[in-house]
């Protein structure tokens, strides 16, 4: 899910939005300030109604935010690494870096959301609760109501058992604890999620065919999101097992091309880049020491006239722990990950120093031999 908006960090993840959000709050506050509050607190000004409406709403995408830091936090406390968290139409996702490493913690990351969810309904009733004892405004008091029941439906729906949903993670978490084998369970819950989406879109269907209601058409947006999250999470499933026993010195290009920091970008191109089919190059201080990485796009972006003046090391990119591998870890693990640059899937360490370089396209590549080696076996 792209990020078109950056909100900032919280604990130090970077928190972002994608451009659906602005739908899910333009029509939340329609909703609220045209039907649930006029409906509930009648005879108040329509000011009134839109001013609540409107930080409601605000409320509601914190409480979708605060959802997503639970999965975060309790995955931190498993020491898995989290990229980022993003906010869109249907809800929030937080990208982790690695699985999670035994099927009890992928219970317990699964189960935070929801708890979450479910421990912020209460805050809102009794909110309301105080609210209207001490004769606060029953506007106010309508709308904690609803943001008590909304985050006890986002609670229940994300449970139901199927991926993407927090249900699929737990549905997998079980799954995983039974069969002994993470993939077959994960492969199971991707299956469940795709039934589970052609059930709610059928639903849908029959809301606006049969009783016609126009609000099945919300249900069918969301259960076409579940079809195709779920078989996305399929597929990657499907990657993951094919590299099975496949070590990161089996997909690297090893004794990559490297560039010093010290070096201008002009005679680096010239001499190093212009020549390789890398997508990025690691950037070596005087010690060979790794500072960063320079992607070939960056290089390519600096001006013709500033090339023999800008140093390598002044376009380099930071490079997130997690995307530091050595020779013999696994593979699998790399295609959880968002390619740095949208290319690089990891640099290679051995004793501190660079030995290979894994990229994406290299990483497919594994794939497809693995796929036609299956096929010719077969």
Known sequence: MRQNVWLGRVAGIRVGANWSVAVILALVTEILAV??????????????????????????????LA????????????????HSITLWMLGGLAELEDDPPSAAADLLI????????????????AAGTVTGHAGGPAVAVAA?????VMNGMLAVFNLLPGAPLDGGRVLRAILWRRYRDRRRAELAAA?????????????GLADVIVLGFFDGLWLMLIGWFLIAAAGAEETAARAASALAGVRVADVMTPHP????????????????????????????????????????????RVPAAARYEVRVGQVTRDIPPAYLAGPGDPAAPLLRRRPLGGHVAAVVLEDGRVTGLVTMSGLSQELRWRGLARAGSG
């Open 35 to 64: 039907s649930v509050l006029p409906a509930e607190v009648p005879h108040r000004s329509a000011a009134l109604y839109w001013l609540v409406a409107v930080v409601a709403a605000v409320l509601f995408l914190a409480c979708l």
């Open 67 to 82: 959802h997503e830091l639970a999965h975060a936090m309790v995955a931190r406390h498993f020491g898995v690494g989290v």
């Open 110 to 125: 699964a189960l935070a959301g929801p708890g979450s969810s479910l421990v912020l309904g209460g805050l809102f009733v």
């Open 144 to 148: 904690a109501g609803w943001l008590a």
């Open 191 to 203: 299956r469940a999620g795709r039934f589970l989406g052609v059930a709610v879109v059928m639903l």
């Open 257 to 300: 091309d490297t560039a010093p920091a010290w070096i201008t970008v002009g005679d680096f191109i010239d001499r190093v880049a212009a020549r390789s089919r890398q997508p990025a190059f690691p950037v070596l201080d005087v010690d060979a020491r790794l500072l960063g990485l320079a992607l070939a796009g960056d290089l390519a």
